[in-house]
């Protein structure tokens, strides 16, 4: 879609005054307002420390929009019949996206090792053959393929009969839109062996493209981890990565997302999160299993 085309018809023209490189004062109470507004939606909580991010960040939408001040930006998608369509570029410019293949390679390991071995040995037990796995926040899609390169190689020949469904979800279309084309630039591949780079990837004249086999067990869309309804429908998943996003929310924010996360584990599920994060003081739900180099919780 058309950026422009999000804007209200009536809007008045561009005045030039928000030339680029102007500069729009952002007050204490924009900032207060806009912190409340972001975290009501999505949970990420500005410290004020991070309001100089906020303001530039915001700052060269408003600047693209030609509207006058954060608060009339505020207003905009509060309250516009188009506001709706606007919270997506909202959501590009809030969130930090950063991210690459084979991230956590211990985590993998006890995926590989420990985890998987386990939830298929309990599947056999009552008869089901298919596994489940959500990489929640999963940005540009590299932690949901190296989940599936990891599987492909060293799970499936030992379980052929089974099936595994990757699911990766984030609230930024933007990352979402990559995650689907599986094109990745050298930044995104920096830490793959060249054993799985050789494997899985293709070298395009665009970047590296994952192998069309490995997109089909993978699957991507938009959603938002701190909207309940969207959360409810996501269950019996059997492992879910919800990695290096905690850290942008609150103590509140994280506990009511780790909350629908365990809901969304079937029961002897996994949930791994990032290496700087801790479930300590958020959710007392989950066992700690410790692996070399890594830890997961389980839904007992
Ligand atoms: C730093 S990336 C982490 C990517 C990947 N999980 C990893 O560990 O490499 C954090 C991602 O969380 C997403 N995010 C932030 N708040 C979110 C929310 N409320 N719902 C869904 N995704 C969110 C961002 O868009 C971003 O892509």
Redesign the pocket.
């Known amino acids: 879609m058309n950026q422009q085309t999000i804007l209200p018809q009536n809007f008045s023209p561009p005045t030039g005054q928000n030339s680029p490189g102007g500069k729009l004062e952002f007050s204490d109470k924009s900032f207060s307002s806009w912190r409340k507004y972001i975290y009501d939606i999505?949970?990420?909580y500005f410290q004020d420390s991070k309001k100089y991010l906020l303001e530039s960040r915001l700052q060269k939408r408003i600047m693209y929009l030609n509207l006058e001040s954060f608060d009339q930006y505020l207003d905009f998608i509060r309250y516009n019949a188009n506001g709706a369509a606007e919270k997506k570029y909202l959501?590009e410019v809030i969130?930090?996206?950063?991210?690459?293949f084979f991230?956590?390679q211990p985590q993998l390991d006890a995926l590989v090792s420990s985890v998987l071995p386990e939830v298929i040995a309990d599947k056999i037990k009552l008869g089901r053959n298919k596994v489940r796995i959500w990489?929640?926040?999963?940005?540009s899609g590299?932690?949901a393929y190296s989940v599936a390169m990891s599987i492909v190689d060293l799970i499936k020949p030992k379980y052929p009969s089974f099936e595994f469904e990757i699911v990766g979800?984030?609230?930024?279309q933007t990352?979402v839109d990559t995650a689907k084309k599986g094109i990745y630039k050298d930044y995104s591949i920096r830490n793959s062996p060249a054993y799985y780079l050789k494997k899985y990837f293709k070298q395009t004249p665009n970047g590296y493209e994952i192998d069309s086999e490995l997109k089909k067990m993978v699957s991507f869309r938009v959603?938002?981890?701190?909207d309940d309804l969207s959360m409810k429908a996501m269950i019996n998943f059997d492992v879910i990565?919800?990695?290096?996003?905690l850290i942008?929310f609150d103590l509140s924010s994280k506990t009511k997302?780790i909350s629908n996360l365990y809901n969304s584990l079937s029961k002897g599920g996994y949930l791994f999160i990032?290496y700087s994060e801790t479930l300590h003081g958020v959710s007392k739900s989950f066992k700690l299993i410790s692996y070399p180099k890594t830890i997961g919780y389980k839904k007992e």
């Open positions: 999505c949970g990420i959501f969130t930090i996206n950063e991210t690459f991230r956590n990489s929640a926040a999963s940005s590299e932690e979800t984030d609230i930024n990352m959603m938002n981890l701190f990565y919800c990695a290096n996003v942008y997302v990032g």
